[in-house]
T-cell receptor, first 112, second 113 residues
Framework: NAGVTQTPKFQVLKTGQSMTLQCAQD?????MYWYRQDPGMGLRLIYY???????DKGEVPNGYNVSRLNKREFSLRLESAAPSQTSVYFC???????????FGPGTRLTVT | SQQGEEDPQALSIQEGENATMNCSYK?????LQWYRQNSGRGLVHLIL?????REKHSGRLRVTLDTSKKSSSLLITASRAADTASYFC?????????????FGKGTRLHILP
């Protein structure tokens, strides 16, 4: 099992460009999450999907959109990147019963 | 706003000593979890304690939960160099089991040789 995979690992964007971060899990989890991590801020929840077909906003959703494509995949889209979105992005999935979250390796995004 | 807040923000101890980190949260919870993050990597789940539990052990880890004070502590005994990492508490923020999980800002633990 690969667990949670994220692509790409690194990305540099210019202000105003768009991109989609991809996340997939092979653990048959129902819930998936997108977080961003900035120095000194810990992890902040951007969006989550409690089950296939549903998405909900987290703490910092502005400037992002998500798609729960199917049970395995949950993508995060930046329509018009801004320097404030420079961060490390983590995807995670949850076994609903035990609530333990499994994290991907992260995507390091720089917006210039 | 973040649900959990860890204390201290940073901690340096000698190898072999015990390390204690605390987490305070604001609203009632179903579960509280602790995670570890090595530099530049994703978080790894350490332990989960339910709201009706007061203490839980896993290897060198001991977690306590005081729901009346809305606080939890993580104790790592006989610390090792490999324990150097950031530690985060995470709480569910609602009554629905599918609800979101909110992380604190973390404690950076450094084990000195």
């Amino acid at each position: 099992n690969a667990g949670v995979t994220q692509t790409p690992k690194f990305q540099v964007l210019k202000t105003g460009q768009s991109m989609t971060l991809q996340c997939a899990q092979d653990m048959n989890h129902n819930s998936m999450y997108w977080y961003r991590q900035d120095p000194g801020m810990g992890l902040r929840l951007i969006y989550y999907s409690a089950s296939e077909g549903t998405t909900d906003k987290g703490e910092v959703p502005n400037g992002y959109n998500v798609s729960r494509l199917n049970k395995r995949e949950f993508s995060l889209r930046l329509e018009s990147a801004a320097p404030s979105q420079t961060s490390v992005y983590f995807c995670a999935s949850t076994d609903r019963i035990f609530y333990e979250q499994y994290f991907g390796p992260g995507t390091r995004l720089t917006v210039t | 706003s973040q649900q959990g807040e860890e204390d201290p923000q940073a901690l340096s101890i000698q190898e072999g000593e015990n390390a204690t980190m605390n987490c305070s949260y604001k609203t009632s919870i179903n579960n509280l979890q602790w995670y570890r993050q090595n530099s530049g990597r994703g978080l790894v789940h350490l332990i989960l304690i339910r709201s009706n539990e007061r203490e839980k052990h896993s290897g060198r880890l001991r977690v306590t939960l005081d729901t009346s004070k809305k606080s939890s502590s993580l104790l790592i005994t006989a610390s090792r160099a490999a324990d150097t990492a950031s530690y985060f508490c995470a709480t569910d923020a609602g009554m629905n089991r599918d609800d979101k999980i909110i992380f604190g800002k973390g404690t950076r633990l450094h084990i000195l040789p």
